[in-house]
């Protein structure tokens, strides 16, 4: 899972006396933060400290498509077009995944997994992938070659993949307050590579220039800061995103790297793909 944060959220504690937890870290290349309120022991630190663990290692085993072990991984790598049985947090994710693609017309399409690693492998040596190399992996795309069985899933072409990079941060967000909560920690803020989910509040979060006051919600925000790839072509340069459309198979392309788009929702995964897809849509294609 490579960092695609585009715009740093800034996360004010709370003005109050009122003790407070605060973890920081870096995960598979992405910066996180835990805040959880009316907590200060040694005991209630290391509680929280295991449970933000626990639920990395269960996004990077099932989820996390640049670990070629995990459950994701495996599937992608998988000819079969029999029904798989997958467990059900990679079922869950997939479900969310099918609404995100209902609710954004398509534009949210994790379906693209062969021809994001393609891209950005040729991007990384300044070529872009040419129109007949796109046409040989364009057969293999599409969210409807994705089968969505009763504990299963399944291809109906060999060649897919799924890419979850769109969506798994936020999940892990929305995982990591629901686990907080169940050990009895109510008031809590999940942020991770710009994605972020409260549990009680409000809590403060600066977003560009406007502080947005979360309560029980989440705020997730797309666009490119990291993954950017300049290409020399003759007396210009393009500059190409990591952001695929699916219409021409090719990157968006973007004006500065301080362009993002965010939405805010209840759900942090489906804020977290809803703004990849209106990113997506917002802005021009080469």
Request: glycine fraction near 6%.
């Amino acid at each position: 899972m490579k960092l695609l944060l585009c715009l740093t959220l800034l996360i004010f504690t709370s003005c109050s006396k009122s003790k407070e937890v605060v973890l920081q870290d870096v995960r598979m290349g992405i910066p996180y933060k835990v805040i959880v309120r009316d907590a200060s022991t040694k005991k209630e630190s290391k509680e929280i400290q295991g449970i933000v663990d626990e639920t990395f290692k269960l996004i990077d085993e099932k989820l996390n498509g640049w670990n070629k072990h995990s459950e994701i991984a495996l599937w992608n790598q998988s000819k079969s077009t029999l029904p798989i049985k997958v467990s059900p947090t990679l079922l869950t994710i997939i479900k969310l995944c099918d609404q995100a693609h209902t609710l954004t017309d398509g534009a949210f399409d994790p379906s693209l997994g062969k021809l994001i690693h393609a891209w950005k492998m040729s991007l990384r040596i300044g070529k872009p992938l040419s129109k007949r190399e796109i046409d040989q992996i364009a057969p293999s795309l599409g969210w409807d070659k994705v089968i969505i069985g009763d504990g299963t899933l399944q291809k109906s072409h060999p060649e897919i993949e799924i890419d979850l990079d769109g969506i798994s941060k936020g999940y892990f967000c929305d995982l990591c307050i629901e686990n907080l909560k169940q050990a009895g920690y109510l008031q809590a803020l999940v942020e991770w590579g710009g994605e972020v989910k409260t549990a009680g509040g409000p809590f403060k979060v600066l977003s560009g220039t406007e502080i947005i006051h979360l309560t029980n919600s989440s705020i997730a925000t797309s666009g490119p800061k990291y993954q950017i790839y300049p290409i020399s072509q003759g007396s210009n340069t393009l500059i190409y995103s990591h952001f695929i459309d699916r219409k021409t198979m090719t990157p968006v392309q973007f004006n500065t790297n301080g362009d993002s788009q965010s939405v805010i929702l209840e759900s942090c995964a489906l804020a977290d793909a809803l703004a990849t897809a209106k990113f997506t849509k917002n802005h021009k294609h080469l």
